[in-house]
């Protein structure tokens, strides 16, 4: 009954996505894993509620529960259907978390089974899930949807306090279960950089909720958090880990009988299995990844976080893969490139190294390529973009099956990401606020943006003398007070607002980085074209 509009509202859509002068490879990655979203690695529950796999296996799903760690990667779905993306946190919310805030990380099944202790906490996606809240929020803009979820999210945040962070230093010095499906014991700045983010995260939602106590308390251990791992951590090169073998001792029962299968026994008593020590981890900077997008600021020195990501090209991007020996799970093989997982080029690998060093995942490479993006690493972060694709250009590997642990794998939706850095999109839907800052093409670029009711095409041209920028929605409506936009070098500008051609009045700011656009209060709905021109 309704495929005419469907398929009419679906070539729009592909139309608008493709009207984005990305480069080739990037609109191939971000909308090659968009299909993810219409496999059987995902589905909707009786009552609606969207639920995702990692991944599907031939005849079956593959690791359930809507993983937390796993999806905490995927930026596609809470920019493009981001009322499914709250149904999945609700769904985590109402089943997965116990009154004390320990968070089984795979949602069981049927809907309304409350989560028992059959599965650890992951501390990387319970952290996660509380960035996700501030993401959702703006997106949505919705204050009375956060105060109902804000009391859960309060309560995942200082879990921290009773098992990972039992010393409140804003460091996760227990043993933390993450997303290689083992326990990270000891600091490190992959769980503890999503830690970080989530209390500016919590921060700031406290603060918009008059909580100030609150808000002082996050802040408080974010800075000693944020402070010790630069001094401990970082090596000049990178953020190591500093293992601690006695990092479970502090769990109590019954959490701390979950620890005796996982990497823990008599014979590794002084060494517990599977850590990376002194490695050179790929996505040790996923939190400050997170941070950038959701506009949080540095967790770490800003000097340091771009000194890490350099380190990480140079040590764990393969031109080749030749003389790369991988001793599990093969998905780069021989004239491929690929990002590795972990390597240690200090020496001191482990005799039981972290379980899937030697690995390629394209999701860990479109994290890491989007966050060099954001950094200002364009040209890296394109190669790391460009060899994922090349191994699935569709005469090695299927264009549209990142596989992982299982088909069309759901890590693999980071690759939206990539549009988000490019673009420099910005959304502050409490603000009513939404802001570009292209990271190439500036003298003519264009770019597909979604926000929580509406989405469209951004697009500017910038001349010597005349600068356009225009916002063209396609679908919804989007109610707008300030566009933030790019610097121009146009002195003494006369600036001309329009929406349809007709003549808007807007007030026009610089700032340190570009310009803002002062709207008052204007709705945009289908059709509609805001257009600034500066001459």
């Not at 480069?23 to 995902?42: E, Y």
């Not at 999945?88 to 049927?110: C, I, K, Q, W, Y």
């Not at 997170?290 to 040590?315: C, D, F, P, T, W």
């Not at 121009?488 to 009045?505: A, F, L």
């Amino acid at each position: 009954a309704n495929l005419d509009r469907l398929w009419e509202e679906t070539r729009l859509f592909h139309d608008t996505l493709f009207a984005s002068t990305l480069p080739v490879h990037v609109l191939d990655a971000v909308s090659s894993q968009l299909s993810v979203l219409k496999t059987n690695t995902c589905l909707r529950l009786e009552d609606g509620t969207f639920y995702g796999f990692e991944g599907c296996s031939n005849t079956a799903g593959c690791c359930e529960g809507s993983c937390t760690h796993v999806w905490n990667y995927a930026q596609a779905l809470p920019y493009l259907f981001p009322n499914l993306q709250r149904s999945m946190l609700h769904a985590h919310f109402s089943n997965s978390v116990r009154e004390d805030g320990f968070m089984t990380f795979r949602m069981p099944l049927p809907l309304g089974t409350r989560a028992d202790h059959s599965f650890h906490p992951a501390a990387d996606g319970q952290m996660g899930m509380v960035l996700q809240v501030y993401r959702e929020w703006l997106i949505s803009g919705d204050d009375n949807w956060l105060r109902s979820v804000w009391p859960t999210a309060k309560r995942l945040l200082e879990f921290a306090w009773k098992y990972w962070d039992a010393d409140k230093d804003g460091v996760m010095e227990g043993m933390q279960h993450n997303t290689y499906d083992i326990e990270f014991y000891g600091p490190n700045s992959t769980t503890g950089s999503l830690y970080l983010g989530a209390l500016r995260a919590a921060e700031g939602i406290a603060r918009h909720l008059g909580e100030h106590d609150k808000a002082e308390e996050y802040r408080g251990l974010f800075e000693k958090g944020s402070r010790w791992t630069d001094r401990n951590l970082f090596n000049g090169e990178y953020y190591e880990q500093k293992v601690n073998p006695k990092a479970h001792e502090s769990w109590p029962e019954p959490y701390l009988s979950l620890t005796l299968s996982h990497g823990k026994d008599d014979k590794f008593k002084d060494w517990p299995k599977w850590q990376f020590g002194r490695g050179c981890l790929s996505d040790q900077m996923i939190g400050q990844w997170y941070a950038q997008m959701l506009g949080l600021g540095y967790l770490y020195s800003e000097a340091n976080v771009r000194k890490a990501l350099q380190s990480i090209i140079k040590h764990n991007w393969k031109s080749s893969l030749w003389n790369h020996p991988c001793l599990f799970r093969i998905y780069a093989v021989n004239d491929e490139a690929g990002l590795v997982v972990c390597t240690w080029p200090r020496g001191e690998r482990p005799g039981y190294p972290l379980y899937y060093a030697d690995e390629v995942w394209c999701g860990i490479e479109y994290q890491v390529a989007s966050h060099m993006i954001y950094e200002g690493m364009i040209k890296e972060g394109l190669a790391l973009i460009l060899g994922t694709r090349n191994r699935h250009r569709g005469d090695r590997r299927n264009p549209w099956d990142e596989f992982e642990c299982g088909h069309h794998y759901s890590r693999s939706m980071a690759s939206y990401a990539v549009l988000l850095a490019l673009s420099g999109f910005k959304y502050f839907a409490p603000e009513r606020r939404l802001g570009f800052s292209p990271k190439l093409f500036h003298g003519n670029f264009a770019s597909f943006f979604s926000t929580g009711t509406g989405w469209g095409l951004y697009a500017q041209k910038i001349r010597k003398r005349k600068a356009e920028f225009a916002l063209e929605l396609k679908y919804g409506s989007l109610l707008l007070e300030r566009l933030d936009l790019p610097a121009v070098g146009i002195q003494k500008p006369k600036v001309e607002t329009t929406i349809n051609g007709r003549k808007i009045k807007t007030e026009i700011r610089r700032e340190k980085d570009g310009l803002v656009v002062l709207l008052g209060s204007i709705l945009l709905n289908r059709g509609k074209v805001l257009k600034v021109t500066i001459k």
